[in-house]
T-cell receptor, first 113, second 114 residues
């Protein structure tokens, strides 16, 4: 099955700086890559996603890039704010496993005011 | 809309006890999922239901059973709890039968097995 690796496990940045979280996947058939934000005591919430037919997608301060050849994708958060502090998860899903999402191990982001 | 709801929020079991975790969604979604979340391991799929009347195993199904009671409800049962099942359990749903759509997660159930 698919294997998704996520780095770093923890990331501390100063408010206003950028944060980058990286994920790699093993199954070249994977074609959908969502990113989730999980605040303390809550369930994960989708913040952005990308499909394999595009290389980059932006939504205000967050963006995701995808390199299909290298099988990696990244989350970029610019102008970080304290409320961005949370655990972020990447995930991958393939066309042959319609309902199976494979998650990375998570990155705990701490934005220092 | 309440979205995805889960009960209970917290539960402590003794080894060998059984219990059922309840999940309901009010978004008329076709697909529902059960995940467990352990420190440093992300979310792992236990079981999923692509549509009402169907269920399939995920990555870690051993020790669990599920029931898709109707389109709204998807329950997870532990027949004989073990300490290795101590975890946070999340239910999720998505609209698309092929699972291509956004997954919406519930608030989670924190289970401790002693």
């Amino acid at each position: 099955g698919e294997n998704v690796e996520q780095h770093p496990s923890t990331l501390s940045v100063q408010e206003g700086d950028s944060a980058v979280i990286k994920c790699t996947y093993s199954d070249s058939a994977s074609n959908y890559f969502p990113w989730y934000k999980q605040e303390l005591g809550k369930g994960p919430q989708l913040i952005i996603d990308i499909r394999s037919n595009v290389g980059e997608k932006k939504d205000q301060r967050i963006a995701v890039t995808l390199n299909k050849t290298a099988k990696h994708f990244s989350l970029h958060i610019t102008e970080t704010q304290p409320e961005d502090s949370a655990v972020y998860f990447c995930a991958a899903k393939g066309i042959y496993n319609f309902n199976k999402f494979y998650f990375g191990s998570g990155t705990k982001l701490n934005v220092k005011p | 809309n309440a979205g995805v709801t889960q009960t209970p929020k917290f539960q402590v079991l003794k080894t060998g006890q059984s219990m059922t975790l309840q999940c309901a969604q009010d978004m008329n979604h076709n697909s529902m999922y059960w995940y467990r979340q352990d420190p440093g391991m992300g979310l792992r799929l236990i079981y999923y239901s692509a549509s009402e009347g169907t269920t399939d195993k995920g990555e870690v199904p051993n020790g669990y059973n599920v029931s898709r009671l109707n389109k709204r409800e998807f329950s997870l049962r532990l027949e004989s709890a073990a300490p290795s099942q101590t975890s946070v359990y999340f239910c999720a749903s998505s609209e698309d039968l092929q699972g291509r759509g956004e997954q919406y997660f519930g608030p989670g159930t924190r289970l401790t097995v002693t």
